[in-house]
């Protein structure tokens, strides 16, 4: 079964399937075309494979409105709707910090767009920060093929100022500026721990 | 609509449904015979908009086959199966730390069965523990109405010396005596962070 994600791309399972939802059998056509999404799960399966971090992604929320309980099989879910997070995406912990942080990509070249994320994801963010947690956002411009870590607090500026009537996105030249460039590496999808050494240090 | 949970209790939706898959329509009871999920999320959410700690439930883990995406209308998942997560159920930051833990219940009043964890759940804990996150398991004596917090390193004694074909419970004589208890609260039906203060100090 075939799965297509708002980015127009098949889904695909990773190369392990940790922390992934959906079976797929389609076949592996190597990297091209994984999502950010598929990219990081590789990458944080290589990273706990390896004992380097231990990050997951948290399962979709469904709100679940029909049951129906077969004799001697396993329930099965009849009826069910996706519903909104009410927190980030991505957390899990290294080097003893606590890593909460959201993915999103963009196919906008200039500037990318606040609208990629959710009041409750900014409270959730602002709420770890308060806690001492370490929270970002990783955006990749698909176009560019460029990933970004962007700090939560820079990201906090442009969310606050929006409200304000401020601009409705942040200028990809003010992200590729402030923010931490991810390159891609052998095995490693997005690298981004290296990003979060650079913020710790 | 009532969903009967594995211990026989009717699900009812938390005070607030932060972070709540189900939805309900349920009178609220008080608390009487709430599950310790209930429990759990009640305190979770107590603990959040107080800034104590920011924790939550993930969701359920649903593995889905079958997808509708009626005309203008949002999209009606129509078959899917409940599916084992490769994690535990909560995890957070509290006072810079990552917290892990899962919560159980059992109805025994003498010992704990080591049945109610999976492999996958222990080998998370570990990796955690690795990383420098505080892992432990909660534990509810339903009969005894008792509730403990047991350190995750104590349960990896346990399970490890199972699969060497020792017992397959921890008594609990020996959860009571290394746990550490944590008698209900005004509001707090879950006060377990006193008890992860204690693990901390």
Chains 1, 2 share one sequence.
């Not at 129906?68 to 099989?73: C, E, I, L, V």
């Not at 920060?129 to 411009?141: D, E, L, M, P, R």
Request: proline share 5%; glycine share 6%.
């Amino acid at each position: 079964m075939t799965i297509r994600y708002p980015n127009g791309h098949a889904y695909r399972a990773p190369a392990k399937k940790i922390g992934s939802q959906f079976s797929s059998t389609n076949t592996n056509y190597g990297k091209r075309g994984m999502t950010l999404e598929e990219e990081l799960n590789e990458s944080n399966t290589y990273y706990e494979v390896n004992g380097v971090a231990v990050v997951h992604k948290k399962p979709t929320p469904i709100r679940i409105v029909k049951v129906d309980y077969p004799k001697r099989s396993a329930a099965v879910i009849k009826e069910a709707y996706f519903s909104t997070a009410s927190t980030t995406d991505y957390n899990g912990v290294y080097r003893g910090h606590y890593l909460d942080f959201d993915a999103k990509e963009t196919r906008n070249t200039t500037s990318f767009p606040l609208q990629n994320f959710h009041q409750h994801q900014i409270d959730h963010m602002r709420a770890c920060t308060t806690q001492g947690g370490i929270c970002f956002a990783i955006i990749k411009f698909v176009t560019r093929q460029e990933i970004y870590l962007y700090r939560a607090q820079d990201l906090f500026t442009f969310w606050d100022a929006q409200q304000q009537g401020g601009r409705k996105s942040i200028p990809y030249a003010t992200i590729a500026q402030d923010g931490i460039q991810i390159p891609a590496e052998l095995q490693l999808p997005v690298p981004y721990l290296k990003a979060v050494d650079q913020l710790l240090s």
